[in-house]
């Protein structure tokens, strides 16, 4: 069975994804409003994502006998004032949800709980590939010219994004 320590901290970490998707949605919703469609669609798959993560700490607090507690998300922050700020906040948010897995995994294995170490690799992993994500992301933006871009080489980045494959 998970210990008192271990659930709440797996209790926090699933609420800590449910309001990552709800920082997505939120910035999703501002792309779109800025008139780029693609970027939008990326963060509005990025949130759908985050949730499966919510679900996954849900599932997995459930099947080690303890009931998950599904508390109240928070309001996303302010819109961002820029292109370059919106993908700096998504690098900012990955880097600290991947030092509150990382908490966790440390943790589990202070604890000797190999299962628990177990399952937080696949979000080890995850948080590698996302980091990526975000750091990619910057660089394209850098690339086209950052927030004094040319309309035309937002509009290949925008465009870019729109199809980017689903990872999770
Ligand atoms: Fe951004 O990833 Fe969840 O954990």
Redesign the pocket.
Known sequence: RLSKALFSALNTQMTR?GN?AQIYLALGVWADDQGYGGIANFLYR?SN??RN?MIKFMEYIQERGAKPKIEALAAPPADPKSLTDCFDRVYK??ID?TNG?YAIAELSMKEKDWATWNFMQW?VR??RE?EKLATDLIDQLKIAGGDRATDESLFELDKSLRKAPDDA
């Open positions: 994804e990552a990025h994502e985050e993560h948010h990955e949800n897995i979000f995850e948080q996302e």
